[in-house]
């Protein structure tokens, strides 16, 4: 019913593309070309294509055999049974006639949307379990991070619609943080494409630099970043938020003489003759917090002072492809929590509103790693990005294609061979 056949890499493109999963490109595998690679296309009886997949190839040392990974999964619609089955058929028959052990996959195919499975997501899983995969069961651990958090949209509304629409969801203190924010000279500056110069990685990198010390978690080399953006430079775009010294001076000064102007017409009315001492008990409160609000404003002109030459505070890097935007790093300076101003998604989200991507992927939330959300060691990232009132998807996972089981036990069961590659490079 189906034809599927190997061929060059940028004839998978247009279907990869089409379904927003720029890991299934032939800029993805330039990116990835420390590891060999095939790519299959598969067509129906009119011609249409119907599934694409690129199939990395992870070298066994010292042996013929390899083990192959299709990162984020072949892209096809996996609730189609005899697809799946006649593909999986076309490459297990592959795998044994290129000594290749097992291959791993992880689609980018929901499986849960809000803890629930989906009728799709169950389908698929059940599809993949019928022809024999291999379900790797422990999310905590898998080689991609299991749960994505997005925001959708109707791409064929007006831009000024869509606009009002995902704004008006958002939880109104995340609202008052974004005008705020805006008020007080956070200001998005983006670069795409060839605007992205070596000046633009540098400060890229430095936020990053900045960010992985500040919180102890590891970034790759500098060579990494530019190599990535060197091979994905017609899907990213580089959103900063550059601080502005002198709006945020202006707009702290406006806030401390507002304050202290109603500090003086509320001292002025409690000590006025005719202010009865019931009025003049009620005006004890808000007195107490104008105070409160002054000692609290004044010293936040030091900390403006101080970051007076910052010239950036927070960075995402966006992929768009297809009809799917992906927020695939972000990075955030210290300054941005001692100004105590709110990096956040809008500027990047209201770029996405271009008539043809439906969704932003803000990335990873849920490690999964315990039964009580509350305590997984990310949930206040998932408690963040639900702000935005969008959905958590939980992937379908891992899973693995068996066609040699003895070394299958030895390099996926005891030598762990595919996670010690793909986490080193």
């Not at 927003?20 to 990835?32: C, L, P």
């Not at 990494?224 to 550059?242: E, G, P």
């Not at 010294?245 to 109603?262: G, L, M």
């Not at 002054?294 to 910052?310: G, I, M, Q, S």
Request: charge should be negative; aromatic fraction near 14%; charged fraction near 30%.
């Amino acid at each position: 019913m189906y034809n599927f056949t190997e061929v060059p890499v940028c004839e998978i493109d247009a279907f990869s593309e089409e379904q927003g999963i720029f890991f299934q490109t032939s800029a993805w595998a330039d990116f990835k070309n420390k590891y060999k690679h095939v790519s299959f296309i598969g067509k129906d009886e009119n011609g249409e294509t119907v599934l694409t997949c690129l199939l990395f190839l992870i070298s066994v040392p010292c042996s013929p055999f390899k083990i192959g990974y299709a990162m984020r999964g072949f892209v096809c619609d996996y609730t189609n049974e005899v697809l799946v089955g006649e593909f999986t058929e076309f490459l297990h028959k592959y795998m044994k006639k290129n000594h290749i052990v097992y291959t791993a996959i992880d689609p980018f195919y929901t499986y849960k949307t809000d803890f629930e499975v989906t009728e799709d997501g169950g389908k698929a899983h059940q599809t993949l379990l019928n022809l024999g995969y291999i379900h790797f069961a422990d999310k905590a651990h898998s080689i991609q991070r299991p749960t994505n958090y997005l925001v959708r949209w109707d791409p064929t509304m007006d831009k000024k619609d869509i606009e009002k629409t995902v704004f008006a969801k958002m939880e109104k203190k995340l609202q008052n943080d974004i005008r705020i924010a805006e008020e007080r000279g956070l200001v998005p500056e983006k670069y795409h494409g060839d605007e992205i110069t070596d000046t633009v990685i540098d400060e890229f990198f430095k936020l990053f630099e900045e960010t992985a010390e500040a919180k102890g978690f590891g970034i790759r080399q500098r060579d990494y970043y530019v190599d990535l953006i060197k091979h994905l430079r017609n899907y990213i775009t580089i959103h900063f938020y550059r601080y502005d010294y002198n709006i945020d001076k202006e707009y702290t000064e406006n806030v401390i003489r507002e304050v202290e102007a109603a500090i003086e017409r509320n001292r002025a009315e409690s000590e006025d003759p005719n202010t009865t001492p019931q009025k003049r008990e009620r005006l004890k409160p808000k007195m107490a917090e104008l105070l409160k609000q002054l000692n609290a404003t004044k010293p936040r002109l030091e900390v403006t002072e101080k970051y007076k030459d910052k010239k950036y505070i927070s960075v995402y890097l966006c992929i768009k492809c297809g009809t799917k935007a992906h927020d695939y790093f972000g990075a955030n300076s210290l300054a941005l929590r001692e100004l105590r101003l709110t990096s956040n998604y809008w500027d990047m989200m209201k770029d996405c509103f271009d008539g043809k991507t439906e969704s932003l992927n803000m990335g990873g939330t849920l490690r999964l790693d315990t039964e009580d959300i509350k305590k997984d060691k990310t949930y206040d990232l998932y408690q963040y990005k639900s702000r935005y009132h969008g959905q958590l998807d939980e992937l379908l996972g891992e899973y693995y294609l068996v066609s040699n089981k003895f070394l299958y036990e030895i390099l996926h069961n005891k030598v762990h061979w595919l996670r010690r590659v793909v986490f080193k490079n």
